[in-house]
């Protein structure tokens, strides 16, 4: 079954955790698909996005590739904007790491430079990842939203009306 990511057929308050493997970089809109996952995430539930670096070499490497790079990838996201779509969304981040600090060379380029240097590799002093992943959790919230409390005191005191008694 396919659907949108920005409106997923899911009920609201009910998903644990998401995981988001190159979606924001593929999604016309990710800020709508974030929008959906804080939907569909219960309180204190996690989310997991992956994505390609907008910074160091791979970053560079897409912005002056005509095709994309990565083949058929067409934007990158820096982190600092998920941070800002996490934040204006009430999501806490709960982890950011950064890996697979290689140049961003096909592998036959790659193995050739590894020969080239005696096997030195220079993909150690790379100052950025290639990828990263950030991890963020929703707020847990301690007190019903004033419209829910108010609906429920209206229904109790519909529901029941006390009486005196007396006893004989």
Same mark, same amino acid.
């Given at each position: 079954?396919?659907?949108?990511?920005?409106?997923?057929?899911?009920?609201?308050?009910?998903?644990?955790?998401?995981?988001?493997?190159?979606?924001?970089?593929?999604?016309?809109?990710?800020?709508?698909?974030?929008?959906?996952?804080?939907?569909?995430?219960? *309180?204190?539930?996690?989310?997991?996005? @992956?994505?390609?670096? *907008?910074?160091?070499?791979?970053?560079?490497?897409?912005?002056?590739?005509?095709?994309?790079?990565?083949?058929?990838?067409?934007?990158?996201?820096?982190?600092?904007?998920?941070?800002?779509?996490?934040?204006?969304?009430?999501?806490?981040?709960?982890?950011?790491?950064?890996?697979?600090?290689?140049?961003?060379?096909?592998?036959?380029? #790659?193995?050739?430079?590894?020969?080239?240097?005696?096997?030195?590799?220079?993909?150690? @002093? @790379?100052? #950025?990842?290639?990828?990263?992943?950030?991890?963020?959790?929703?707020?847990?919230?301690?007190?019903?939203?004033?419209?829910? *409390?108010?609906?429920?005191?209206?229904?109790?005191?519909?529901?029941?009306?006390?009486?005196?008694?007396?006893?004989?």
């Amino acid at each position: 079954m396919f659907c949108k990511t920005e409106a997923l057929p899911v009920a609201s308050d009910s998903v644990d955790a998401v995981l988001l493997p190159h979606t924001l970089e593929t999604d016309n809109d990710p800020h709508a698909v974030l929008r959906e996952v804080a939907r569909v995430l219960v *309180a204190e539930g996690q989310l997991l996005v @992956l994505g390609f670096s *907008a910074v160091g070499t791979w970053g560079a490497r897409h912005r002056l590739s005509s095709e994309g790079f990565p083949p058929g990838l067409a934007r990158l996201i820096s982190e600092s904007r998920v941070r800002d779509w996490f934040a204006l969304l009430g999501f806490e981040i709960t982890a950011v790491r950064r890996y697979l600090y290689r140049l961003p060379l096909t592998p036959r380029r #790659a193995t050739s430079i590894s020969a080239q240097t005696g096997g030195f590799t220079p993909h150690r @002093l @790379l100052p #950025a990842g290639a990828l990263s992943h950030q991890g963020a959790q929703t707020h847990l919230h301690l007190t019903d939203p004033p419209e829910t *409390a108010r609906a429920a005191r209206s229904m109790v005191g519909g529901l029941v009306e006390p009486t005196p008694r007396m006893r004989s």
